[in-house]
Each structure stands twice: as C-alpha cells, then as structure tokens.
C-alpha cells in the first residue's frame, strides 16, 4: 500500500471526503460498519477491499469512504463519524489520550530511499531537501530514523501525497529525494535507472499500516470486528501462499472495474513483489509486533519513550485478534 500520514495533525480540518463510497448490501439487519480510508481505492488497497466483501458475504454491512488524507481518516474516528480506520495512530494515543486501539497490522513497512544519483551515499544528503508523504507520516519517521542512524541532518523538507505522485515529481525534477513504496521503486528504477538508484534503508517489518478503531465501538461490537479481523486474516495467510488469489478474487467480485487497464494490470505483480517483500503478516497482531512498533516509533520521534515503558494494552486490542484464531484455528 501507498504509505502516509500518521500523527493526526490536523483535528480542527473538516472531514472533507474524496473518492468513491462503497457500500455493501446487507445481509443482516444492522447498522453499517463505517470505515475511513486514508487513500484511494487502488491496487495497493485491493487486499483490504477483497476482505471487507468477505466479510460482507457473512452479514457485515460495510460503508467505505476514502478520505484526503490518513490524518483526516484518524479524525473521522476520534470524531465518532467513522468506526474503523487505517493509518497508525500511535502519536494521536499517546499525546490526545483518545482511547483507540489497534486490531490489526494491515501492512508492514516496506519502503525505499530512492535519489539522485548525485547522491551517492546517505551522507551526500546531509542539509540537503528531502520530500515526505506528508507531516508525521510513516515515510517521514522512516526518514528521521535513517538520518539518525546515519548522523545527518536532512535539510528542507516538502511533502507531496501519494507515492505516485513523488515518482512524476523526481521524474520532472521537482524533487530529488523521497522514499517510495515498493511497486513505485521498481517503476522509477525500470525507467529511470541512469537518473535514480536506491540508498540502503529500514529492515525491521515495523508497521506502516494498522486497522484500529474506538475503543468504546470495539467493545460494543465485538462480533462485527471479529468477523472483519477474520477475514483479514485469512486472506492475509491465503495471499502469502497464494498471491494470485487476490487477482482471483478481483474478477470474481469484478472489484476496480472504473480503474484504467495499466492499474488492473499492475495487480498480480504487486501481490506477487509484495508477498516476497513481506508486506503482509500472516500473524496480523501479538505483544512482539507491538513493541517493535513503539520501539520504531520512539526513536523517529512520533512517540515519547523509553519504548520498553510503553504498555502494548493502551495502544492494542488483542483480545479481537485471539478470538479470530480461535476461531479459524491457529
């Protein structure tokens, strides 16, 4: 998935909604699950999309709105207008004390330093301009803890939405630092490859997306989010011993048909690159994947350490990830 913005900034910004809304049939009589959406619909959240349907082939109803911003999506929970989120909302715990909790890794981070080749090493970047997703985004906590790894400083900072949309500004010249999501390196380095080169980067599968919700709605709806995490979950161990059933289940369920025909195209290699890259945990949650996060987290400065005295039962809800293995087994 494309990788974005984390720390909530902005909660006096209007829920200003782009995009399309999806709504499910219901097969039940209840009231529709709202889930906030921090992108666009696209292959890399065609994953998320196929299980959302699974889980509506079982009676839940689902409404998905995709949002600006990921910080716009964080505020559509805290404001109580959506009930689950994606985006990682770690900072906006800690510091707003708004009781959300984490359910569900939906992507670890996977990204890549990609430059000029004017800059050869990490240290050729020292002052220089460096561009980000956005404020408190995940690449821009990438970015602060590679800097200090490194001992550089990184200069002027300018923030462009959308790792697609990084990949016209370097191609145009407008930037000539960022770091990018998997599917988006491979393109810029295949068509680009005298211009950009890859600096080295993060190994630790820290996460770079996670599905949270209100801690108040997750108690009250208990069932419903244990379907929802259900589904994520099988889906995530299907597709890392099969990557080809997410295109599968594409046509089948004729998802992305408004999409052009190079972005349809692009699905099974990135399901395929993904996997091998391991972006999607076939584990989904637990106390170690947790504490890695805030270890992560604490030193790119999104969340006031030490890491080892963060508490994983004020950022997580663990209870609905047991229940979906006891239920499915494993």
């Excluded at 889930?35 to 959240?45: F, K, N, P, Y």
């Excluded at 990084?166 to 295949?190: H, P, Y």
């Excluded at 997306?209 to 994520?232: R, S």
């Amino acid at each position: 998935m494309t990788m974005h913005s984390r720390l909530g900034r902005t909660f006096a910004a209007g829920l200003i909604a782009v995009g399309m809304t999806f709504t499910a049939s219901a097969a039940l009589a209840q009231q529709k699950v709202r889930v906030a959406l921090g992108d666009v619909v696209s292959e890399e959240t065609l994953a998320f999309i196929v299980a959302l349907e699974r889980a509506k082939d079982r009676g839940v109803d689902y409404e998905l709105t995709s949002f600006a911003e990921e910080e716009l999506a964080i505020q559509a929970i805290v404001g109580g207008q959506s009930d689950l989120g994606i985006g990682t909302p770690y900072a906006v715990i800690q510091k707003a004390k708004v009781p959300l909790r984490a359910v569900f890794q939906m992507s670890a981070l996977v990204f890549f330093p990609v430059v000029s080749t004017e800059y050869k090493t990490w240290k050729d970047l020292d002052g220089q301009p460096f561009a980000f997703n956005s404020r408190g985004s995940a690449t821009e906590a990438y970015g602060e803890v590679m800097a200090a790894r490194e001992g550089i400083t990184l200069g002027e900072r300018t923030y462009v939405s959308g790792s697609g949309n990084r990949v016209i500004a370097l191609m145009n010249g407008t930037i000539k630092a960022t770091i990018l999501d998997l599917s988006n390196k491979n393109k810029i380095i295949e068509e680009a490859p005298d211009k950009f080169h890859v600096l080295p980067g993060v190994e630790e599968k820290v996460s770079d997306e996670i599905l949270f919700a209100n801690a108040e709605w997750l108690a009250a709806n208990q069932e419903t989010a244990t379907i929802v995490v259900e589904e994520l979950l099988k889906l995530w161990r299907e597709m890392n011993e099969n990557p080809g059933i997410i295109e599968e289940e594409r046509v089948k369920r004729n998802l992305l048909a408004d999409q052009p025909a190079e972005v349809i195209e692009e699905v099974p290699d990135y399901y395929e690159e993904g996997v091998e890259a391991g972006i999607w945990n076939p584990e989904g949650a637990s106390d170690a994947l947790a504490e890695a996060d805030f270890k992560f987290y604490v030193d790119a400065g999104q969340l006031e350490g030490p890491a080892d005295g963060l508490k994983v039962e004020d950022y997580w809800d663990l209870s609905i990830i047991e229940a979906a293995k006891k239920n499915i087994g494993g």
